[in-house]
């Protein structure tokens, strides 16, 4: 055993359990896998590569107390420094005066905001920069550069504390000797707070949505910070004040910790692209006291042409020499330091090597001072990497050692002046509820499908173009249809068993496609609203990539249906003992009973078509019975309920009406006539209660017409549509109106 | 106040000779298949003053009623309005009305080459670098992705060595008229500068980012002017209302004789469409590094995803 100056034992075996438990616990936290080729969700908006996976390293890179007394002193005054510059290019510009910066390479930067040209005099905004990062990369002989500016909407100190979280439950006793990270929670906390002059302003993180590459962190900080997560659909400009579209109305925001580019905050503002922003966010911001951290313009810091003057600047500007100097060069980190990087131990594919490290240090800004956080987000390079490029990601926590007296980290923090502004249990916004209703449909939904599926691969294979139709592949192919595009999967063929074989085949076909399907909406409207869910959910979640991917290629697996079933049963009870009940729960129980409703519903009326059918002797129909019971979860209820032979009238009894029974189209009804009361939709209760009592006047017997049933359907389906229209519409997304072209009467002369 | 990117120019000495009166009527239309249901528009469609021009009155009529109406001048020193329908409408109308005076620009007697000029623009110091120098900015529209042998050729046949400046701007302004053709068909309005130069032809737009583009690659600064022309009927007929349209040229930083006190009259107006260096019977609204920065109207509508229809007319009349 090797034991090196950074403490941590280097051991090969306890490193590798190490990395094992420290990937399960960063895929709990959602981080581990790329969510990618998702479907579409509920909104309309597809979901494409959301994340790049990254493997954090069990070896951190250590920095001692005298070093770190160094660099934050640089960090700080590096800050300070992009500050001043900022004030001055949006303000006086005293430095293209004095023809330090050519106003032509200024102008021509897409980066340089012309809105927040002499916008410092117009806001009521404190400061440029609230938050800074800077990468950093030390030569072998000790010297620190800064390799990276990030000014704009830096990224990385919830990754920092959610890597330190991880590697927590890992370490030995040596993290003892670590300075902690959580205390700048705290310090954000007041950097928001001290952006403006209002006293107690609620904050909202805005994110750019499930497609932002930094999303996991989006939803990491906003959660542990206490805010929403907020994106642009959420928001609307008023009255020159930002509002978050709730459940409960609109509720007044006062400070964005934006998350995206100031080139995409408004689409009004010239030269901005996309329409992830806010129609109008920046009037509110000049005259309705909405502040943005960091300002709008903060950007331009980071133009790759221009940064290579911003040292230069800065001391003709402040009269000091920056301690961290800017290499901008392109290539290797070894040729941008101009000497070759440091080598850090690193435990990379099962193997201790060394390699170079670029570390990631972030400072906050309050009224207070600036404060840098005593940690970074390390990433370790390949020697061959641009470090500027992000690259296939190994991440390294960083240990600041403290000295002793210095274990009780002394931020300089206020105490908190005002509680916390809002109830977000019931503060939901309307985009979230409306992902939880889809996340809710597409869970019970595959419950469902994998059920029938999972009947389908247990009936005796040697049965098939035997005989009349297997009634589990029927309710199987009644739960996937509408879904699933099947003229894709090709036509049956004339000869009559190839056909019954071609006809299973499509539908198992389709299954696995509507399965792929469900399941992946589940990922992906989770993905957006994780703030709701737990720890233990995000594992489960992580857990469904996995399965999902084994039944892709085959959907009859049994081994991977049983392990989906046991996932989405985990699933459902974390979603009813692990989720606070509010609005949101509301309403994803709603689409949960709604879905189950249908179920019930089209496994009645798979069984009264069965039973009724001339060409079943009574031996394939009590099969076929107690495949749809089993379908429906319910041939244990059964069992226990009648100690007789499959019955159709006892099958509608359990499947339609019996209260008892939590999988019965009648318990069912019942979960949702209180659901739309406790959301107070009460245009709803109405129709849900003419539904209910049809249903309760459908005879249990095998004359039912199973039309009657599907009647039921069609009725339950457009209530759910009037929920979804009148209570979750999300906010459409906003199109651009073309401008007038110039379009001349031609030459006059 | 210190935005105001030509700030000198207002009303320090100015221009002398006839004035002419035109009133202005610019209308935009937005007809939307589905009702939207918030709108969010901005425009810069009121006239500013600058040496040759003084702007008598002008408004902007919004339908439906608008909820929000806020009134700026942008960093450019133009009247920009950004205006918010937050209800239900399928129609949106933007009128704008205006009566401006303009002078005939004169026509600046220096000796100075476009060397010279150049060079003393790219040495600019104070706060004149500061109003002048966005103007030699390199942005998209003024610059091709990948036809610069094409814009060097062009400027190399006009700014020959020692070649005066005004003299520059004028075989500019030629060249460009008599090699490109005017076709309202061939380009939109966001057409990059390469397709301009690759098949010789374009409308107004193209044109006066051609000539800027030509201006700023050999170190002049260069401002793109959105406005309006008036326009003749043709012979025999009664001029129609609306048949005017937006127009579009550029203006060239030309420093003044005395350099240290006249900081006025220090820009130079040619419309390569027409071919007028300077122009006459030009209306000029605001002005920006390229079209984006005073484009009319343009906004956001929100809503279901669906058609929309635009119909703009514009009515230049000249007041006897």
Redesign the interface.
């Known amino acids: 055993m090797t034991v090196n100056p950074t403490g941590v034992d280097h051991d090969p075996v306890r490193l590798a359990e190490r990395q094992a438990t420290v990937d399960r616990l960063l895929i709990a936290e959602g981080a581990g896998h790329v969510v990618h080729d998702l479907p579409v969700r509920s909104d309309g908006r597809s979901v494409a590569l959301a994340s790049r996976p990254w493997r954090l390293d069990p070896i951190p890179y250590r920095i001692s107390a005298e070093e770190f007394l160094w660099l934050d002193e640089a960090v700080r005054r590096r800050m300070a420094m992009l500050e001043s510059l900022l004030d001055d290019l949006y303000g006086d510009r005293r430095l293209v005066a004095e023809g330090v910066i050519d106003p032509a390479l200024l102008w021509s930067s897409p980066r340089y905001r012309l809105a927040a040209v002499g916008a410092a005099e117009r806001r009521e905004q404190k400061r440029w920069l609230s938050v800074y990062a800077v990468d950093v990369a030390r030569t072998v002989d000790g010297v620190w550069f800064a390799i990276t500016d990030h000014t704009d909407a830096p990224s990385g100190i919830g990754y920092a504390l959610l890597d330190r979280a991880v590697l927590g439950q890992v370490a030995g006793p040596e993290l003892a000797s670590a300075r902690r990270l959580s205390p700048m929670l705290r310090v954000l906390r007041q950097a928001f707070d001290d952006t403006t002059p209002s006293v107690g302003p609620r904050v909202a993180v805005f994110s750019g949505g499930i497609d932002h590459p930094a999303y996991i962190e989006h939803s990491y900080l906003a959660t542990a910070l206490g805010y929403n997560l907020v994106e642009g659909p959420d928001l609307v400009v008023r009255d020159r004040h930002l509002w978050l579209q709730t459940l409960g109305g609109l509720e007044a925001v006062d400070v964005l910790y934006r998350r995206l580019s100031d080139w995409s905050l408004d689409p009004m503002e010239t030269n901005t692209t996309g329409s992830s922003g806010v129609p109008g966010v920046l009037l509110a911001n000049e005259s309705g006291g909405l502040a943005l951290a960091n300002a709008h313009g903060t950007g331009v810091l980071q133009d790759p042409v221009l940064a290579r003057l911003w040292d230069r600047a800065g001391q003709e500007l402040t009269g000091d020499e920056p301690w961290l100097r800017l290499r901008r060069d392109d290539g290797t980190i070894d040729s941008i330091l101009g000497r070759p990087a440091e080598r850090v131990d690193t435990w990379f594919d099962d193997r201790l090597v060394e390699q170079p490290v670029v570390l990631r240090f972030h400072a906050v800004a309050t009224d207070e001072g600036i404060t840098v956080m005593p940690g970074a987000n390390g990433r370790v390079l390949a020697v061959e990497d641009d470090p500027r490029l992000p690259s296939p990601c190994l991440a390294k926590d960083v240990w600041v050692s403290a000295e002793p007296s210095e274990l009780v980290p002394s931020f300089p923090v206020r105490e908190a002046l005002v509680a916390p502004q809002v109830d977000l249990i019931t503060s939901v916004p309307t985009r979230a509820a409306d992902s939880l209703y889809g996340l809710s449909r597409a869970a019970e939904r595959s419950e469902a499908v994998a059920r029938a599926c999972r009947v389908v691969a247990g009936s005796p294979i040697d049965a098939i173009g035997e005989g009349p139709p297997d009634v589990a592949l029927q309710l199987l192919d009644a739960l996937t249809g509408p879904d699933v595009d099947l003229a894709a999967v090709g036509a049956p063929d004339d000869d009559g068993t190839r056909a019954a074989a071609t006809e299973r085949e499509t539908i198992v076909v389709s299954a696995g496609q509507s399965l792929d399907y469900h399941v992946g909406s589940m990922l992906a409207e989770s993905a957006s609203v994780r703030e709701f869910l737990s720890t233990t959910t995000g594992r489960v979640l992580g857990e469904l990539v996995t399965t999902r991917e084994r039944l892709t290629s085959r959907p009859l697996d049994v081994d991977a249906l049983d392990v989906l079933l046991t996932q989405l049963s985990a699933f459902s009870g974390l979603w009813s003992e692990s989720v606070v009940r509010g609005p949101a729960w509301y309403f994803g129980d709603f689409a949960r009973r709604y879905e189950r409703a249908v179920v019930a519903l089209t496994g009645a009326a798979a069984a009264v078509r069965c039973a009724a059918d001339p060409l079943r002797d009574p031996g394939d129909r009590r099969r076929g019975l107690e495949s749809v019971l089993a379908a429906n979860d319910s041939l244990v209820a059964y069992r226990r309920r009648h100690r007789s032979d499959v019955e159709i009238q006892a099958v509608l009894s359990l499947l339609l009406h019996d209260d008892r029974n939590p999988r019965s189209a009648g318990a069912s009804m019942a979960g949702l006539d209180r659901n739309a009361r406790s959301i107070g939709w009460f245009d709803g209760t109405d129709v849900l209660a003419e539904i209910r009592r049809d249903l309760d006047a459908v005879e249990e017997s095998v004359d039912v017409d199973p039309a009657e049933l599907e009647s039921l359907i069609t009725r339950l389906h457009s209530a759910a549509a009037a929920l979804h229209s009148t209570e979750l519409m999300a906010p459409p997304h906003p199109m651009l109106v073309r401008s007038s072209a110039v379009v001349d009467p031609g030459a006059v002369a | 106040m210190?935005?105001d990117l030509e700030r000198g120019t207002v009303g320090d000495r100015p221009a002398s000779g006839p004035t002419t009166s035109y009133v202005v009527t610019h209308r935009?239309a937005?007809r939307y298949a589905v009702p939207v249901s918030?709108?969010?528009?901005?425009t810069c469609l009121l006239p500013r003053d600058r040496s040759i021009q003084r702007v008598l009155g002008a408004s902007l009529d919004v339908r439906p009623e608008p909820?929000?109406y806020?009134d700026r001048t942008?960093?450019f020193g133009n009247r920009v309005v950004?205006v918010?329908v937050?209800r239900r409408h399928d129609e949106f109308e933007v009128v704008a009305t205006s009566r401006v005076e303009v002078r005939p620009q004169p026509v600046p007697s220096t000796p100075l080459t476009w060397e010279d000029v150049a060079g003393r623009c790219?040495a600019l110091?104070?706060?004149r670098?500061?109003r002048?120098?966005?103007y030699?900015?390199?942005?998209?529209s003024s610059m091709p992705a990948d036809g610069g042998a094409e814009l060097d050729e062009l400027a190399s046949a006009v700014f020959t060595p020692g070649r005066p400046i005004v003299e520059s701007l004028r075989a500019l302004s030629h060249l460009i008229?008599a090699e490109f053709s005017?076709d309202?068909t061939a380009t939109?309005?966001a057409t990059p500068l390469d397709d301009v130069l690759r098949h010789r032809r374009g409308?107004?737009?193209d044109f006066a980012h051609l000539a800027i583009a030509a201006c700023?690659s050999r170190g002049l600064a260069a401002a793109y002017i959105?406005g309006y022309?008036e326009?003749?009927p043709p012979p025999g007929e009664v001029k129609s209302i609306g048949?005017?349209?937006?127009?579009?040229w550029c203006s060239v930083w030309i420093p003044g004789e005395n350099e240290a006190g006249d900081v006025g009259r220090e820009w130079f107006d040619l419309d390569p469409?027409?071919?007028?260096v300077p122009p006459h019977r030009h209306v000029t609204v605001g002005w920006g590094?390229d079209?984006?920065?005073v484009?009319?109207?343009?906004?956001?509508?929100?809503?279901?995803?669906s058609t929309?229809s635009?119909e703009?007319s514009v009515d230049v009349r000249r007041i006897e």
Not at chain 2, 243 to 248: K, V
């Open positions: 210190s935005n935009t937005y918030d709108a969010y528009t901005m909820n929000e806020d942008d960093v950004q918010g937050h790219t110091q104070g706060a670098a500061i002048v120098g966005p030699r900015a390199v942005t998209p008229f005017f309202p939109d309005w409308v107004c737009q700023r959105s022309i326009t003749d048949a005017d349209a937006s127009h579009a469409t027409n071919d007028q590094r079209y984006s920065d484009a009319p109207v343009r906004g956001v509508v929100i809503g279901p995803n929309q635009m703009v």
